[in-house]
Each structure stands twice: as structure tokens, then as C-alpha cells.
């Protein structure tokens, strides 16, 4: 049943820990958003925050601290999603905990997808299901959890009404006019279009310790992927807008099986177009100094739609695919972007041929653009370095081959 709910993203200013175990962090601000809202999302590591030096937390200072978030869900009639650092069995995990509007525990999620400086301190997720409240069935995904396509869909598979993540999307200030983060700045609205569902994100701003910084740039991406509002980059604040609930996720893709192959290596120059080569191949390739021509009757093109579901490129990967091939009409105006997020979460170079439009590009594994026909110019060419494909850390100790494997396992319903 479709239903419309008021939903908060609380953009934090950075704290360090040890601002937080002297007890000068406060949840005033908590309080307000709570009180104007169904849904109040609060950022990865709010409590005690991101970076934490050790694993030895004060577990009696977070529990206050999400007593008093308690009271807050309780007395605003608010379901609230923070993260905090949580002990189980002895473990500790970098946690996302819902708070029913009642001010009980609904459950909780745990980082799957353990980002850089994550692995020192916490253990790896080792479930993917949705968190039952009273607005209704959570998706929630903790930060780098955003960059696996497979846990989303999965939520989404298991019933998730809305897809929700609390953050700490850092950049690296190579232009501190634009704080860039491909979470950010591409896959959070990607998500929700693949799949259907609205998405809320709450990030922080400013620095941490001095190593760390952080984009802001919190939002609240509608159904279709469309933006419903969105924090600044460097301002703490509170964000809220109404969201739609009910619609049917976006049902699966069929698509063709992919053929094992052996990985390809080294490098080569294609040289591409929506149509067939204006004069002799050879000589065309000659020209340009290319090694490859394709075109949108390409053996290796897939339907556009292929792409569009998130669940279907990432057996490819697994396959030792790590050149896409894809063809559109020209009716969606989402495909450069889903065409650069499957590149990105993938590490494939991704060859698209939007015909309707007249427009052919290559994306390299980082999700960039870096070649394509515009205008009067119908054959662009760029090169293919295939070792750019086996580069899958994106961060130190964070591997995305090895993470698509994990999430894939988890997919089955196998609790590792």
C-alpha cells in the first residue's frame, strides 16, 4: 500500500572520539530533526565517531548515548537510524542500529563492505536483510556498502521499502571548491533508480583528527532518482523532505548467462562509432593508430537494460569479462550513468552506443568518460589499458573482487 512518510538526514559536524568520551558531543540537534519527522538518519560513526585509533571503545558511553536517542525516538514518536560502534559476542562492528518510534531496538545492520581504516578495528557484516519498524521495511546500508550493487538489490529483493545509509563519505580535497565522492556524486541516486526505492543518506562535514575529511553533500534521492534534497558540502544541517512508499521494486533483467573466459591482459587502441566504418577498416585503424574497431552491431553488445539491472553485470566480472559492451536507443537518459557506475563498482571498461541519440563513449574503470562522439566528429578512439581492471583496491585493504565475491555468497542467503 502506498504511503508517504516524512523523512530527516542529520549532516553532522566531524568530532574525534575523544571529544565524545569527555561527553562534549550533544544530540540537541538530534531532538530538533526528530520532532518535524516519521524517519531521522544520523551518520556512520556518530557514536563514538569514524575514526577510532583502537578498538577498545567505551561501550558504557554508547550505550547512554543511545539511551538518550531512545528517549529522543520515544518522545518524538520517531524512528531513528544512527551508527555507532556496536560490541557482540565480543566483536566489534561498525553498526547501524534502528530505534522504533516507541523507543525500542528494531535491529540493526552491520558494515559488510569494510572501508580502509574499518578492517583495524571491526569485524565484516555477515548478513544482508531489512530492518522491520514502524514506517515501515529499511534497507540499511553502511557507507562503503553503497559501492556493492548486490546489497541493495538483495534488500530490495527481501521486501525493503526504502534503502537508508548512514555515512562517512570522505574526499580527497583534490579541489576543495567540489568535494568529490563517487557515492556522492553518482551511485547514491543510481541506486535508487535501479531499484526502485527512495534512499536517504546522512553524512558529516568538516575533518576529523586532521586525516580525514568529509563531503557533506547528505540527501534524499525520491524513487525514481531524482533529488529531493541535499545537504551542502561543508555546513551541519538538517535536511527532510517526503518520500513515497509502496511502489513495487523494480522486478529483475533476464539476461544471457555470461561465457567463461580467461582475463585478458595488457592493452589495446579501439576505435568506435554508433555506425559502420565511413571507409575501409584498415586503413581507418591505420589512421588512428588503433588496434580494434566497434561499432553498435558489435557480437559483444548487450541491451541497455542488461546494465540497468544490479544484478546481472557483476557475474560477468566474475566470468573475466572486463570490457561491457552496450546498446540503447536513446530512450533513457540514465544510461551514461548507470553505464559509469557499472564501470566504476566493477573496475570494467564499459563501451556504450546510444544510438538514438548519435552518441558513442568508453568509460574506464574509475567511471570517467574519456572518449566519445559529439557532433560532427562520428569515431572517437581512446585506449584500453586491461591492468587498469586487475587495480581492484580502491582503498588500502578494501577490494572490490573480493567484496562482489563476499556479497555474492551473501546473496544466497549464507551466513559467512
Known sequence: MKRTIRVAALQLAAHDRAAFERGEIRLDAASRAAADADLL??????????????????????????????TIARTARCVIVAGIAQRRDGKLYNSAVAIDADGSIAGSAEKIFLWHFDRKWFEAGTRIEPVDTSVGRLGIMICADGRMPGIASALADRGAELLVMPTAWVTSGRDPAFLENLQAD????????????????????????GIVAYCGKSQIVRADGSIAAMASQDRAETIAADVTLGEPARAAT??????EREVPTGSTRIAFSCDAPP???????????????IDAASPEALPAETAFDPRTLPPYRAAGVRRIVLRGDGRDAWLERIARARAAELRLYAIVFDTGNRRAYAVDPDGAVIAGTFDGLNVASCAIS?????????????????????????????RL
Open 41 to 70: 538518519v544520523l551518520p556512520e560513526g556518530t557514536l563514538p565517531a569514524y575514526v577510532l585509533g583502537d578498538a577498545q571503545v567505551d561501550d558504557s558511553a554508547i550505550t547512554a548515548a543511545l539511551h538518550e536517542l531512545r
Open 279 to 293: 571507409f575501409d577498416v584498415r586503413t581507418l585503424l591505420d589512421t588512428l593508430d588503433a588496434d580494434e574497431w
Open 386 to 414: 586491461y591492468a587498469r581492471t586487475a587495480q581492484t583496491l580502491v582503498a588500502p585493504g578494501t577490494d572490490v573482487e573480493e567484496g562482489l565475491a563476499r556479497v555474492a555468497t551473501l546473496q544466497e542467503g549464507v
Open 254 to 259: 533476464k539476461a544471457p548467462a555470461p561465457v
Open 186 to 209: 553518482l551511485l547514491a541516486r543510481v541506486r535508487a533508480f535501479e531499484n526502485g526505492l527512495p534512499f536517504v543518506a546522512a553524512n558529516k562535514c568538516g575533518t576529523e583528527r
